[in-house]
Nanobody
Framework: QVQLVESGGGSVQAGGSLRLSCAASGRILSSYAMGWFRQAPGKEREFVAAIRWNSGSTYYVGSVKGRFTISRDNAKNTIYLQMNDLKPEDTAVYYC??????????????WGQGTQVTVSS
């Protein structure tokens, strides 16, 4: 069983930056991708970004391209999301998981508690 623990959220003003971390315990196949998702109040969870463990290939939803950067540390089984130029519409609870398909909002494992990101204007 894989457990996912997110951290690093907080409150910032528009234009600010945050760095999220996700530590995964348990065995994850290197062929998988690991991703970040978010759910804003009253909205469905959405895919944000993903990175493949083996190749390092990255994928982003259009609204965060050029502002967010996903990275990984294979030795630590940890992924990161560097978020720059944050906007109020980025406000959400952020989760990590393995996407069942790239750009899908569905995760392979049980969802963790997530980490809250709040961006004020």
């Amino acid at each position: 069983q894989v457990q996912l623990v997110e951290s690093g959220g907080g409150s910032v003003q528009a234009g600010g930056s945050l760095r999220l971390s996700c530590a995964a315990s348990g065995r994850i196949l290197s062929s998988y991708a690991m991703g970040w998702f978010r759910q804003a109040p009253g909205k469905e969870r959405e895919f944000v970004a993903a990175i493949r463990w083996n190749s390092g290939s990255t994928y982003y939803v259009g609204s965060v391209k050029g502002r967010f950067t996903i990275s990984r540390d294979n030795a630590k089984n940890t992924i990161y999301l560097q978020m720059n130029d944050l906007k109020p519409e980025d406000t959400a609870v952020y989760y990590c998981n393995i996407p069942t398909a790239m750009f899908s909002a569905r995760g392979l494992y049980d969802w963790g508690q997530g980490t809250q990101v709040t961006v004020s204007s």
